[in-house]
């Protein structure tokens, strides 16, 4: 939002520098961005006199001026402009100057002829809408003066942030009201004179409404004998200054009104609006199928049946809060206009603008919300300018279709307990006076104030909203720096936070950093990775995305890693170890917000260290996954946890498993697919794994145990053992824990071996593997003879070859 100064200043007074308002504004929530100074882009623009003015020896349309600056020497112009003569005081733009729509001034030559400058017409200036010849001064213009000194366009804007809950401020009305709360100054609104003659616009006008929650208001009104040409200066110079250009008197006030009141306007030229029983007719529906409209940026733009339109007998004349159509624009030959003023839906207007890429100042103001109750306000003004400067009278009476009436609403503000919560000690007058101020009425005696809020402010709605209004126009700053109050209590973190910090830490330790990325997705990101969904579940759409590649919350952190992988290996990062911590999303059946669940998810990229000359690094693999997983278990003492081979289609075949706790699976590990890699330009081996957050903690065991440290030796004892390829090293590695008794302490496999494929010479029979364990046994009370580990070991191999078929590979 565009404030000028000088505009703001007609609204209400401001008694202090510009740099302390910057700063009050600051600090009631309206930030203040930018501030530009006006004036400053025409310091090459000085006043000249046309000396001489002679015919263009080599085009019929040009002619080659001498032009008095106050210089030594007077400038060489070739000009194309035919309004002006020799004697004639006009602005030059001097060779460097950079003009409206940052068109910079060149010395060149134009048939043949140098031309050192440029005499200059308003449009080109930002002064005025005229652009059919040259602005010609009065006679006593000093010659030599800037043009922007003498003219007096001086001006400082400021570019406020408008944080989404405050479509009041999106209005310079709106910014002084502000203004005046904060410094305790009247407000002086705009009023004006409203003359109506002729027929009544109910005779002119019929006005139907599809959709009263699409759109709540539409109002009309006929202006007739209207004459369309340039603004006057000083409706032009408010355009320039709030941001836009002027087109042309009628449509500069609808934009005029628009950064004045905040309502958003256009204007129909009245004639080429179809008619039914011989009254112009508007419908305000959604569009019907196989519906076009060329806007008035001339594209021809195919309509969704979703989207909002105002609508003749013939079809669509308007995008409703977003642009107008191009047959039905104000011209050059248009002599009566139909106004409308009116509210439409924030979300259908947000989705029409974003769907058709058409981003405008109606449609920003519609989609924060517009007053309802300001349609008939700001037709009015309209009305009254339109007449004023375009010379047409306004038809009696005004067509105003308003079947969802906006009621203000009621709150109770109790001041002892305000001063309670807030730490401040205000009394009743002054509260009574910043809300006043601020457009609230207030009712009430003594600490208890009945506060009716107005409809231009949607985002009060509870009784800690007023507090919050009062302290930011009182001053936060002003608020005592207290301690909060406690009554013997330590804060202590719960058990999900404590796991949720040694589930970080532990992968840390395994040697991976943290990767924090957005949370939104794609539809292509699920259709790439092959995610399925559960019945009755899908993915959450954004109303509002940003962009296409962010139009879905995630379901899933994979493609968030898998981009990082991508993106370091572009920049020769070819070594990728991340986790990441965060929220998914889908839909459910039945339920109006969406399911969330907390994961955890890691991928593993290149190897753990870089390649020596001549020791290549080994790549990270499945088992590389693995062994983080079971550090991860191990510091956060996670012990029923188990893997069991599976398919996804995201993971390679053979190379995959889901993760179970407790019995339950959990979340998944494996190499990621190659069409999958392919797709997000990754090369190379590349391990992933998800876990939800929820059933670790659960499983986390809430009893701390020790156990004494061994006094007595361990013995190792080694064996390999020959079983089916289809025999896991798990069931394996069960078995041996199963017949090993208390003296086996732990077991470990460290090899797995399969024949290369055509091998001549066979260590395994065909369709066999070789599972090579380590098993340690020891005894609490005494050092354990080779006797007894020699009996114990054969009784466990004996009873694992029985329960798996698995023989001693010799």
């Known amino acids: 939002m565009r404030v000028s100064l000088k505009w703001l200043k007609e609204l209400v007074d401001i008694p202090v520098p510009l740099e302390e308002l910057i700063d009050r504004l600051d600090m009631t929530g309206t930030k203040v961005e930018t501030v530009h100074v006006l004036g400053e882009r025409l310091d090459g623009v000085l006043i000249g006199q046309v000396l001489t003015k002679d015919k263009h020896p080599h085009a019929d349309k040009l002619s080659y001026c001498t032009v008095d600056i106050g210089a030594d020497e007077p400038l060489k112009i070739v000009c194309g402009a035919t309004n002006f003569k020799a004697g004639d005081k006009v602005p030059v733009a001097t060779v460097g100057t950079i003009l409206t729509g940052g068109v910079t001034i060149k010395r060149a030559k134009l048939r043949g002829l140098e031309s050192q400058g440029m005499m200059c017409s308003a449009r080109e200036l930002g002064v005025g809408g005229d652009a059919s010849g040259l602005l010609i001064l009065p006679e006593d213009a000093p010659v030599g003066v800037p043009f922007s000194e003498w003219a007096g366009l001086g001006d400082t804007v400021l570019e406020l942030e408008i944080t989404p809950n405050r479509p009041d401020c999106l209005s310079m009305v709106g910014v002084a009201r502000e203004a005046g709360a904060v410094f305790r100054t009247a407000v002086r609104t705009p009023e004006w004179v409203l003359t109506e003659s002729g027929s009544p616009v109910g005779e002119a006008v019929d006005v139907q409404i599809e959709d009263a929650s699409l759109c709540p208001r539409y109002t009309a009104r006929v202006i007739r004998g209207v004459t369309i040409g340039p603004s006057p200066d000083w409706l032009a110079e408010r355009i320039v200054a709030s941001g836009a250009r002027p087109i042309n008197n009628v449509v500069d006030v609808t934009n005029y009104v628009m950064f004045e009141l905040g309502q958003p306007l256009h204007a129909f030229d009245l004639a080429t609006i179809g008619t039914a029983q011989g009254r112009a007719s508007i419908a305000v529906r959604t569009a019907k199928p196989g519906e076009r409209l060329v806007t008035l940026d001339g594209q021809d733009r195919e309509l969704s049946a979703e989207t909002l339109v105002i609508a003749d007998p013939c079809g669509p004349v308007a995008l409703a809060g977003v642009m107008g159509g191009a047959a039905t624009e104000v011209s050059g030959r248009t002599v009566d206009i139909l106004l409308e003023a009116a509210s439409f839906d924030r979300v259908s207007v947000s989705r029409t603008s974003r769907r058709l890429g058409l981003i405008s100042e109606a449609a920003l103001r519609f989609e924060r919300g517009v007053d309802p109750e300001l349609a008939r306000r700001a037709s009015d003004r309209a009305a009254a300018l339109i007449a004023e400067v375009a010379g047409g009278r306004v038809a009696p009476g005004i067509v105003d279709v308003y079947p969802l009436p906006a ?83 330590v804060g202590r973190l719960t058990k999900e936070q404590r796991v949720h910090a040694r589930i970080g830490e532990a992968l840390r330790a395994a040697g991976l950093n943290e990767h924090i990325g957005l949370a939104f997705i794609s539809l292509t990101d699920l259709e790439r990775i092959g995610w399925t969904f559960g019945p009755g579940e899908g993915p959450v759409e954004l109303l509002n995305p940003m962009s296409e590649e962010q139009s879905h919350l995630r379901t899933t952190v994979l493609p968030g890693l898998l981009r990082a992988v991508s993106h370091n290996q572009r920049h020769d990062v070819p070594d990728v170890h991340l986790y990441e911590m965060g929220t998914v999303f889908k839909t459910a059946e039945g339920r109006k917000l969406p399911r969330e669940r907390g994961v955890v998810g890691g991928v593993l990229a290149g190897s753990w260290n870089r390649p020596g000359w001549n020791d290549p690094a080994p790549a990270l693999d499945f088992f590389d996954g693995k062994g983080v997983l079971e550090t991860l278990f191990d510091e956060i003492d996670v012990t029923n946890w188990k893997m069991r081979a599976a398919e996804h289609p995201w993971l390679q075949k053979g190379r995959s498993a889901d993760v179970i706790v407790a019995g339950d699976v959990v979340g998944w590990l494996g190499e990621v697919a190659p069409p999958v890699l392919e797709a997000y330009d990754v090369s190379g081996a590349v391990t992933v794994f998800e876990l939800d957050v929820k059933p670790l903690v659960k499983a986390v065991a809430t009893d701390v145990r020790y156990r004494e440290v061994p006094r007595f030796p361990a013995v190792k004892v080694d064996v390999a053992l020959v079983v089916d390829d289809s025999v896991t090293a798990e069931r394996v590695g069960q078995a041996i824990r199963s017949a090993g008794g208390p003296l086996l302490e732990s077991v470990r496999l460290f090899d797995v071996y399969r024949d290369p494929e055509g091998a001549t010479v066979r260590r395994v029979r065909e369709g066999a593997k070789s599972l090579a364990f380590s098993l340690t046994y020891r005894a609490a009370d005494r050092t354990l003879t080779d006797d007894e580990v020699r009996s114990i070991h054969e009784r466990v191999v004996r009873k694992v070859c029985a329960a798996v078929g698995a023989e001693v590979r010799s």
Do not use: H
């Open 407 to 489: 009621k203000p609403i009621e709150l109770t503000l109790r001041v002892d307990r305000m001063n309670a919560l807030l730490g401040t000690t205000l009394v009743e007058e002054e509260v009574r006076q910043i809300l006043s101020s601020l457009g609230i009425d207030v009712a009430g005696e003594g600490s208890v104030l009945t506060c009716v809020v107005p409809t231009f402010r949607p985002d009060l709605a509870r009784e800690i909203d007023l507090y919050e209004e009062v302290v930011r126009i009182w001053g936060m700053e002003r608020v005592a720096s207290t301690l909060p109050g406690g009554r013997a209590r």
